[in-house]
């Protein structure tokens, strides 16, 4: 894959993932607004679902990599 393509392709998947981001952030605020919490429990509701998004996306990170690892090691 020639390098413009490949920024194209890294472009194209950013623009989907901050897509996908808004998309759940809206639906968060809207589904919180409904149960009309108080503002400082939307708030914590909000830190606990960023951080388990943090801790999902950093756990396939690092599964990827020592995926990547192992193959190389049976080389």
Do not use: C, H, K
Not at 58 to 73: G, H, K, M, T, Y
Request: charged share 25%; net charge positive.
């Amino acid at each position: 894959m020639r390098r413009t393509q490949l920024i194209g392709v890294l472009l194209w998947r950013g623009g989907l993932l901050l897509a996908a981001g808004v998309a759940v952030f809206e639906s968060v605020r809207w589904f919180l607004r409904l149960v009309d919490l108080p503002p400082q429990l939307e708030v914590g509701v909000g830190l606990a679902v960023s951080g388990a998004i943090l801790v999902f996306v950093s756990l396939i990170v690092e599964r990827i990599r020592d995926q990547r690892a192992q193959e190389d090691l049976r080389e």
